[in-house]
């Protein structure tokens, strides 16, 4: 644990470069071809994501910022005042923002894969909130991890806005509320974004925006395979493609290849036809009662939930169940 000049604490448990290469190598090996979406968020990828949730396309950030805005109170009513708050993913930590002066959280806990853009951010939000005792963890928040930091006698809370658990399969998405329930424990919560069910039209709008932005993040992962790994991957030879699939309620990005070519990655050498491509992300979608069902197999229990009017996007509160 190192202390900075800007009065955060940091834990570094990024994962080795070990790890990266190995997941990205069985992960080409496969048929069909894929990579975790966790690898985008390096510090251009970080940045990439940060656009989009600027574009007038997407509307899963604006949605959920106007119901923490409008009922901020009210959550922090049930996280409870002085708690230890972790934010596993939390990138700029930008949505904490509307909660921090109605929770008032003891410690808060980013937590994030991208070193470097953990750092900054982190000591951003702590210049901006100088009572705020903040201690930030590197750490791969999709694996079972153990917070490095706990005050004795404080219960816990995490934050996981957005909808990232909509990246994980079903499956995988209650392992990691498991996890999530674990890491809080007795009396511990959960406020959770998720995206909700709605037309393809909309859902596809959202994931091919006009400015290409979706794009140039989806792409930005080979380029961190090329600088990172040693890799030749030629990204003009690589194009977006995101579509809703309706049977399975999910939107799925894909990198396809636009001719016949063979990648290198050391001695792995991968060959692509025209046409094939590398499946990057997954980003399910569900209704209330859906949700609650999953949360249910995780031990969670619903305590609210807030939706805007269009029903485009929910924010809920979950707790341990005894």
């Not at 940045?47 to 959920?64: N, Q, S, V, W």
């Not at 959550?75 to 002066?101: D, H, I, N, T, Y």
């Not at 901006?128 to 590197?138: I, M, Q, S, T």
């Not at 990691?176 to 424990?185: D, K, R, T």
Request: net charge negative; proline share 5%.
């Amino acid at each position: 644990m190192n202390r900075s000049s800007s009065e955060i604490a940091f834990y570094d448990h990024h994962p080795r470069p070990a790890d990266f290469y190995h997941e990205v190598i069985e992960g080409l090996r496969r048929r069909p071809r894929q990579i975790p979406p966790k690898f985008f968020y390096d510090e251009e990828g970080s940045r990439l994501f940060d656009a989009i949730c600027e574009l007038p396309e997407y509307y899963p950030t604006r949605t959920e910022i106007a119901l923490l805005r409008e009922n901020a109170t009210e959550m922090a009513q049930l996280m409870g005042r002085g708690c230890l708050l972790v934010e596993p993913g939390s990138g700029s930590s930008a949505k904490v923002r509307f909660l921090l002066e109605d929770v008032r959280p003891c410690v808060y806990m980013p937590m994030d894969i991208s070193k470097d853009y953990l750092i900054r951010s982190a000591r951003t939000l702590s210049a901006e909130y100088p009572w705020l005792d903040v201690h930030a963890a590197c750490a791969d928040f999709t694996s079972s991890v153990q917070l490095p930091y706990v005050p004795k006698g404080v219960h816990r809370v995490a934050f996981f806005p957005g909808s990232s658990i909509g990246n994980f399969d079903p499956a995988d998405a209650v392992a990691f509320l498991s996890n999530i329930a674990q890491l809080v424990g007795k009396r511990g919560g959960l406020l959770i974004g998720v995206d909700l069910k709605k037309s393809a039209a909309i859902l596809n709008a959202a994931y091919n925006d006009d400015q290409g932005v979706t794009a140039a993040f989806n792409l930005n992962l080979l380029k961190r395979i090329n600088r990172e790994l040693g890799a030749d991957f030629v990204l003009e030879g690589f194009e977006h493609r995101a579509f809703y699939n309706e049977d399975k309620g999910r939107i799925e990005m894909h990198l396809d290849s636009k001719a016949a070519q063979v990648v290198s990655i050391g001695a792995e050498h991968f060959t692509f036809e025209i046409g094939e491509g590398i499946h990057t992300e997954n980003s399910y979608k569900y209704s209330v009662d859906e949700f609650h069902q999953l949360a249910a197999k995780a031990g969670l229990v619903a305590r609210g939930v807030w939706s805007d009017d269009e029903e485009l996007f929910s924010i809920h509160y979950l707790e341990v169940r005894d």
